[in-house]
């Protein structure tokens, strides 16, 4: 017999080439074997590298302290936490949301899984833009899709209109968008979301079905330098948004977020139907009991924003004047720079060497860069920078000097110290 007990659809995701590179980064490199090691410089993930906020642990507190005997009974999508979250994204976007038309469940992860599932049947296309968010490709696999992937602008870091448009089939059904982006860190500004809805709309009547957007946006509540955040919601009518709280508090081990429809979506109501039956369906994916308690009083405060600018600023000044091509992130915890040299797996592991620790660009799919996390502490950015120089340095002296760099296209000008001088 040469059956394997394991599934064709679990062998897919499983054998999914981002996939396994990420898995075997995060579980068998150097960073794996020395990730818990007191003294490393970890810019890796989104973790925290901080006690929480105290407000953050009160309201979790205050909502495990039980009310009746009903209080960690079955819970599905609570009202008043749909109001509280409803109320929030509400003043965010100016767009009135009704607290029916969003959908609580375990995170952000599983409001994207949620979306894909609810609007696609298996066989269908969804188009997502390189550099990714790691799991897209894992999801749209596991739910019998077609994973159809294109590439941003490297310039810019905008959205590639022409390519999405290119991208577009009669079997497209989803355009997933993640705007602030991560890893690049751009905001997708208004005009660019207004021509994105005018091609999608165009490509739907073109195609003889509605193409749908799944917006994520976790990062929605964390932009700097006063930017003003513009959701395709306010644009698309079609759009189906997904949220984290993992990110606004910097806890992604408390697994709670949401799936919700802007009140423009037609026919919301029985789409809405059909996301109830499979927030059952997928394994009860509402978060728990306490979590949702304490909803209400998570919209009332973030994390410290100002303090996570005050690391971007000081790391866009330091490695732009050690010679560093970035641009500083509009919003996220993260600064997508431009490798010193053509090897970003190369480049990272011989940082790693030094126990500081970045993401090469090869886990996004966008060779010739490399991710750094805001989320490592004020300490970690101090100790790391002669690490960075060092290796910035060795990059020159290792390379002759009429050698060609082989970069991605489109050459990203170094920052120079005031990074409020760009445009």
Not at 312 to 336: H, I, K, N
Not at 384 to 392: C, M
């Amino acid at each position: 017999m040469t059956d394997s007990p394991a599934s064709r659809r679990a062998l897919e995701v499983a054998s999914i080439p981002s996939f396994r590179r990420i898995s075997e980064h995060l579980n068998h490199s150097t960073y794996a074997h020395r990730k818990h090691l007191p003294g490393i410089c970890d810019f890796t993930l989104g973790n925290p590298h901080q006690m929480p906020q105290e407000a953050y642990v009160d309201a979790l507190r205050d909502a495990l302290h039980p009310h009746d005997d009903q209080w960690f009974a079955y819970k599905t999508n609570e009202m008043d936490a749909r109001e509280a979250a409803a109320d929030s994204l509400s003043r965010l976007l100016d767009v009135r949301f009704e607290p029916e038309d969003l959908y609580l469940t375990t995170g952000g992860f599983t409001a994207i899984a949620l979306a894909l599932k609810a609007v696609t049947d298996p066989g269908d296309e969804v188009i997502y833009s390189l550099p990714p968010w790691f799991l897209y490709e894992p999801l749209a696999v596991e739910a019998g899709l077609v994973p159809v992937k294109v590439r941003i602008d490297l310039e810019t870091f905008d959205l590639d209109l022409a390519a999405i448009e290119a991208a577009i089939t009669e079997r497209t059904r989803v355009v997933i968008i993640n705007s602030p982006n991560n890893p690049t860190g751009r905001i997708y500004p208004p005009e660019l979301l207004r021509r994105l809805a005018t091609l999608l709309d165009d490509a739907s009547e073109r195609i003889g079905r509605r193409i749908y957007l799944v917006s994520d946006e976790p990062y929605n509540r964390i932009v700097f330098d006063g930017t003003r955040f513009h959701s395709p919601a306010e644009f698309y009518p079609y759009t189906l948004l997904a949220y984290s709280y993992g990110k606004t508090h910097l806890s992604p081990g408390e697994r709670i977020g949401y799936l919700a429809l802007p009140p423009s979506m037609p026919d919301r109501k029985e789409l809405g139907t059909a996301i109830e039956a499979m927030q059952l369906a997928m394994g009860w994916i509402y978060p728990n009991a306490v979590l949702q308690y304490a909803l209400p009083r998570l919209e009332t405060f973030t994390i410290d924003v100002g303090q996570l600018q005050q690391k971007r600023d000081r790391l866009v000044q330091e490695l732009g004047g050690m010679g560093y091509r970035l641009r500083p992130s509009e919003g996220t915890f993260y600064l997508f720079i431009q490798c010193p040299i053509h090897d970003d797996e190369a480049f990272t592991e011989a940082l790693g060497q030094e126990d500081v620790f970045v993401l090469p660009g090869a886990l996004f799919e966008t060779p010739g860069f490399f991710r750094i996390s805001l989320t490592a502490s004020e300490d970690m950015v101090e100790r790391s920078l002669p690490h960075f120089r060092a290796a910035i340095e060795r990059a020159g002296q290792d390379r002759p000097e009429d050698a060609e760099i082989k970069l991605p296209t489109g050459l990203i000008p170094i920052i120079p110290a005031n990074p409020r001088l760009l445009p």
